[in-house]
């Protein structure tokens, strides 16, 4: 019987079948939205047990793949069109990263988690912690490389706002390495039933998984800032405090959004990105005489109907300026009222 041939075989099927249940698995979990908490993934464990599991040279395709098919699968613009989302670059990236520490230290991982003892539960749980943190700190970074004006106090309210989906990301990652990889890798390690790679892994084949993940490093940095996306796993956008809240009364229906203010937004200019995220029709006219722009309709309801006019405040204050020449920092409040006005 020709072993090697088996062994072959085997890795394609191994290959394969990772790839399916992680990009059916991320459809199902984040697409489909049958997460139990926010957050919770299977794309970190799989790459740790592709890692285990396969050779290293085709091992860090188990995430990249997955990433790549779910992403295709749930909609989000990966490598197409002028939408290009350049996070996903970070994400791959950081799942590359993850495989490369895997994949280097594959021997000392597969001894720690060969057994089924109250220790081993521990170093599993603790390295889907270890695992998460370093994604997370990664990919953070890419949002605020990517997204936000290159400054500590941005940097910090990046992180600061990624706190709650990191920790969800850690429970999941404890959830799943002591649910999943350490019942598999003591059953691989104790049972012939699958047939582990036991040969030492040569520098030469450590070397293409280190220059691929190098180079998804370069590229994930080629980006630079743009429009905050409209998927994400991480979004300051879902912090009231990092983001202007925008709730817009109208006649007899509400819309409520929150937008992430660059430098010199104005209340009319995030009015015009929230138009243009909720699909609702916003009119306005110049006026010299006031040097301002005043609104005429949000989404179709004009001034002037009934005796009523759009009255916007910040905070629950009137400003008494224009809405183009309010200028809004994050972590404001701006409610447009269709209303009566006093004359």
Same mark, same amino acid.
């Given at each position: 019987?020709?072993?090697?041939?088996?062994?072959?075989?085997?890795?394609?099927?191994?290959?394969?079948?990772?790839?399916?249940?992680?990009?059916?698995?991320?459809?199902?979990?984040?697409?489909?939205?049958?997460?139990?908490?926010?957050?919770?993934?299977?794309?970190?464990?799989? %790459?740790?047990?592709?890692?285990?599991?396969?050779?290293? %040279?085709?091992?860090?395709?188990?995430?990249?793949?997955?990433?790549?098919?779910?992403?295709?699968?749930?909609?989000?613009?990966?490598?197409?069109?002028?939408?290009?989302?350049?996070?996903?670059?970070?994400?791959?990236?950081?799942?590359? =990263? =993850?495989?490369?520490?895997?994949?280097?230290?594959?021997?000392?991982?597969?001894?720690?988690?060969?057994?089924?003892?109250?220790?081993?539960?521990?170093?599993?749980?603790?390295?889907?912690?270890?695992?998460?943190?370093?994604?997370?700190?990664? #990919?953070? !970074?890419?949002?605020?490389?990517?997204?936000?004006?290159?400054?500590? #106090?941005?940097?910090?309210?990046?992180?600061?706002?990624? @706190?709650?989906?990191?920790?969800?990301?850690?429970?999941?990652?404890?959830?799943?390495?002591?649910?999943?990889?350490?019942?598999? !890798?003591? @059953?691989? #390690?104790?049972?012939? @039933?699958?047939?582990?790679?036991?040969?030492?892994?040569? #520098? !030469?084949?450590?070397?293409?998984?280190?220059?691929?993940?190098?180079?998804?490093?370069?590229?994930?940095?080629?980006?630079?800032?743009?429009?905050?996306?409209?998927?994400?796993?991480?979004?300051?956008?879902?912090?009231?405090?990092?983001?202007?809240?925008?709730?817009? *009364?109208?006649?007899?229906?509400?819309?409520?959004?929150?937008?992430?203010?660059?430098?010199?937004?104005?209340?009319?200019?995030?009015?015009?990105?929230?138009?243009?995220?909720? *699909?609702?029709?916003? $009119?306005?006219?110049?006026?010299?005489?006031?040097?301002?722009?005043?609104?005429?309709?949000?989404?179709?309801?004009?001034?002037?109907? *009934?005796?009523?006019?759009?009255?916007?405040?910040?905070?629950?204050?009137?400003?008494?300026?224009?809405?183009?020449?309010?200028?809004? $920092?994050?972590?404001?409040?701006?409610?447009?009222?269709?209303?009566?006005?006093?004359?």
């Amino acid at each position: 019987m020709d072993y090697k041939k088996m062994f072959d075989i085997q890795q394609i099927m191994l290959l394969i079948g990772f790839i399916l249940i992680g990009a059916i698995g991320r459809y199902v979990l984040f697409g489909l939205g049958v997460q139990p908490f926010p957050n919770f993934e299977i794309i970190m464990v799989l %790459t740790f047990l592709a890692a285990m599991f396969l050779r290293p %040279t085709i091992a860090f395709l188990v995430p990249l793949f997955s990433m790549i098919f779910s992403d295709i699968l749930i909609g989000n613009p990966i490598f197409v069109g002028s939408q290009m989302n350049k996070i996903v670059l970070f994400t791959y990236s950081g799942f590359a =990263i =993850i495989a490369l520490v895997n994949i280097l230290k594959r021997d000392q991982l597969r001894n720690a988690l060969g057994k089924l003892r109250l220790k081993n539960i521990g170093i599993a749980g603790g390295l889907g912690v270890g695992f998460v943190l370093i994604y997370d700190v990664w #990919t953070n !970074m890419g949002w605020w490389y990517l997204m936000y004006p290159h400054n500590t #106090t941005t940097l910090a309210a990046v992180f600061t706002a990624g @706190i709650p989906f990191m920790i969800y990301h850690m429970i999941s990652g404890v959830v799943t390495f002591i649910a999943i990889a350490l019942p598999i !890798m003591v @059953i691989a #390690t104790n049972k012939d @039933i699958i047939r582990l790679p036991t040969t030492p892994i040569k #520098t !030469m084949h450590k070397i293409p998984v280190a220059l691929l993940v190098i180079l998804l490093i370069g590229l994930s940095f080629s980006g630079t800032a743009m429009k905050v996306p409209q998927k994400s796993e991480v979004w300051l956008e879902h912090s009231e405090t990092t983001s202007v809240t925008v709730v817009i *009364d109208g006649d007899g229906w509400t819309i409520s959004d929150n937008v992430f203010a660059y430098a010199d937004d104005t209340a009319f200019t995030i009015l015009q990105r929230c138009s243009k995220r909720n *699909d609702f029709v916003l $009119e306005y006219t110049f006026w010299e005489e006031f040097d301002s722009i005043l609104i005429d309709s949000i989404n179709n309801v004009e001034n002037g109907k *009934d005796g009523m006019y759009w009255q916007y405040y910040v905070n629950e204050d009137i400003p008494m300026i224009g809405s183009d020449n309010y200028k809004l $920092e994050n972590g404001d409040y701006v409610r447009w009222s269709f209303e009566e006005v006093p004359w």
